[in-house]
């Protein structure tokens, strides 16, 4: 049974830094492509940053450009976003995504909140 379980979530002042994780098992993780995605209130989810499977590419929505750092650790089965120079404006539920081909996954998501 494949579980992504995300963590590192919570409440932060603006300016302030996060890291999420996302552990994942059940499944051969360093074959799929991993992604961060985000939905606020009353928002369509987003795509926020993904990786590929040896992490030598990312990509990033672009208002975390610059501010947000995605990587992979492939042993440890876990795929990590850092967070920094938070704005009010990032808060959302985070989601990590596990796919391949025709093979999607997602994890139950980790709420983040930027507020002073």
């Known amino acids: 049974q494949v579980q992504l379980v995300e963590s590192g979530g919570g409440l932060v002042q603006p300016g302030g830094s996060l890291r999420l994780s996302c552990a994942a098992s059940g499944l051969t993780f360093s074959t799929y492509r991993m992604t961060w995605y985000r939905q606020a209130p009353g928002k369509e989810r987003e795509l926020v940053a993904s990786?590929?499977?040896?992490?030598?590419?990312?990509n990033y929505e672009g208002s975390v450009k610059g501010r947000f750092t995605i990587s992979r650790d492939n042993a440890a089965n876990k795929v990590y976003l850092q967070m920094n120079s938070l704005k009010p404006e990032d808060t959302a539920v985070y989601y990590c995504?596990?796919?391949?081909?025709?093979?999607?996954?997602w994890g139950q998501g980790t709420q983040v909140t930027v507020s002073s």
């Open positions: 990786i590929t499977i040896a992490g030598g590419y990312t």
């Open positions: 995504k596990a796919d391949r081909g025709i093979e999607v996954y």
